[in-house]
């Protein structure tokens, strides 16, 4: 059973500092990591993708990846009170084909406090 | 940019109904899913289609039933609605890995 963790929070910081998003898995063949927004009531929207290990920047956010460690994280640098949401994981499984599910975690949530 | 729209945001209907949710993508995708996310249990993947009249089971298949006629649309069937199926429902699409999601239905059973 292939399963992303992540710590559910709420993770609370101040408005301008960085948050930081952790995600574990445990399939060690996964090459495909995402990071979803979700605000309350509303459906996940695409924040980034990385495939390879190293950082991935686009605007304040940075996706971190480390498949050694089955670690993937997202970093939001001068948080704003419009980030307070919850933050999914997901991962893909090993196989392409007919099958591009992901698995995603539990989601964490964010509160960024003006 | 790639939209994926359900027939309902919210939906009230009567234990035993039968309930049809539909998913539509403009985006030519090949692969479409249904969700559900319940509090405190994430997103549980219910049926997948990677393909016209092609699906398959996902993690909690039981009470529900899928069609995919036409590529473009994703139908989820609720056979005989119960109420531990008020749940937000959500359907999403994808060409590969990275899947777009729809504005979701809220669905009470009562």
């Known amino acids: 059973q292939k399963e992303v963790e992540q710590n559910s929070g709420p993770l609370s910081v101040p408005e301008g500092a960085i948050a930081s998003l952790n995600c574990t898995y445990s399939?060690?063949?996964?090459?495909?990591f995402f990071w979803y927004r979700q605000y309350s009531g509303k459906s996940p929207e695409l924040i980034m993708f990385?495939?390879?290990?190293g950082d991935k920047e686009d605007g304040r956010f940075t996706a971190q990846l480390n498949k050694a460690s089955q670690y993937v994280s997202l970093l939001i640098r001068d948080s704003q009170p419009s980030d307070s949401a919850t933050y999914l994981c997901a991962v893909n499984g090993n196989s392409g084909g007919s099958n591009y599910k992901l698995t995603f975690g539990k989601g964490t949530l964010l509160t960024v406090n003006p | 940019d790639v939209k994926v729209t359900q027939s309902s945001r919210y939906l009230v209907k009567r234990t035993g109904e039968k309930v049809f949710l539909e998913c539509v993508q403009d985006?030519?995708?090949?692969?479409m899913f249904w969700y559900r996310q319940d509090p405190g249990l994430g997103l549980r993947l219910i049926y997948f289609?990677?393909?016209?009249?092609?699906?398959e089971k996902g993690d909690i298949p039981e009470g529900y039933s899928v069609s995919r006629e036409k590529k473009e649309r994703f139908s989820l069937i609720l056979e005989s609605a119960s109420t531990n199926q008020t749940s937000m429902y959500l359907c999403?699409?994808?060409?590969?890995?990275?899947?777009?999601f729809g504005p979701g239905t809220r669905l009470l059973v009562l």
């Open positions: 399939d060690r063949g996964s090459q495909s």
């Open positions: 985006m030519d995708h090949e692969n």
């Open positions: 289609s990677y393909d016209v009249k092609m699906k």
């Open positions: 990385i495939y390879s290990n």
């Open positions: 999403a699409s994808s060409l590969s890995w990275t899947q777009y």
